[in-house]
């Protein structure tokens, strides 16, 4: 698959297009950004790992019926992915209380919720990523309504996935955050899964091995996202 121009540059990736259209290729880089940006830094090997990491939550996810952008890998950085046209809605997936719904409802971080709670953002920089429910989705036209039930849906399976999966690894999902995209008619989980965009928990210590040590001036940003790599690959 030959590497051709790059069409995107966002804040953690670039997308480069293939002498394929139907392909694409994103490379990880290591800036970290944080608060809408106003926060900026470069976390050592962070594309690396993330790319990694995002691939193993891929493959993991596919065997269990969970369709995604995902191909293969192709180098340290870099992985191939089916080409889709985002949805332009961000859907945060919640377990325990942390970050900004802490905040926002006055709970103490780290409260269990007793069920899962769904939230969306719409994909927008200019605006900081608004949150948004179902009937503001549908009348921008952002979906339909049989693809936020899909999106749901989707979202949901993947929580309990991940949830079983990183039970094994000493890792609590925290919460984190997803996006989907459309190939024709079918919905594909797209984007990337990583500690940039999860909260992952320590099970035995509640060390939090993820962004928020970045966030948070925490320490041990690198070190956090080797640990969750060492621990998912062994």
């Not at 103490?108 to 969306?120: A, H, S, Y």
């Not at 429910?133 to 989707?154: C, D, F, G, P, T």
Request: glycine share 4%; net charge neutral.
């Amino acid at each position: 698959m030959e590497k051709r121009q790059m069409i995107y540059e966002g804040k953690a990736k670039k997308v480069y297009q293939t002498d394929n259209p139907d392909f694409l290729i994103i490379e990880y880089k290591d800036d970290a950004t944080a608060f809408d940006g106003k926060k900026r830094g470069v976390i050592m090997n962070k594309g690396i790992l993330n790319n990694k990491i995002s691939a193993i939550f891929f493959e993991l996810l596919e065997k269990n019926g969970i369709q995604t952008h995902f191909v293969k890998l192709l180098s340290e950085r870099e992985m191939l992915v089916r080409s889709v046209k985002i949805i332009p809605i961000e859907v945060i997936v919640r377990n325990i209380v942390a970050g900004s719904l802490s905040k926002r409802l006055g709970l103490n971080e780290g409260t269990p919720l007793k069920r899962t709670v769904l939230e969306f953002c719409y994909k927008s920089d200019e605006l900081g990523d608004p949150m948004i429910n179902n009937y503001h989705a549908l009348a921008m036209e952002l979906a339909s309504e049989e693809e936020i039930k899909e999106i749901e849906q989707m979202a949901l399976r993947t929580n309990e996935i991940l949830k079983d999966f990183l039970r094994t690894k000493n890792i609590v999902l925290v919460d984190f955050k997803l996006e989907f995209g459309r190939v024709d008619s079918q919905i594909l989980l797209a984007d990337e899964i990583s500690p940039d965009t999860c909260r992952f928990w320590d099970s035995s210590t509640n060390e939090k091995l993820d962004k928020d040590r970045f966030r948070r001036d925490l320490g041990k940003v690198e070190e956090a996202y080797w640990e969750i790599y060492r621990r998912l690959s062994s």
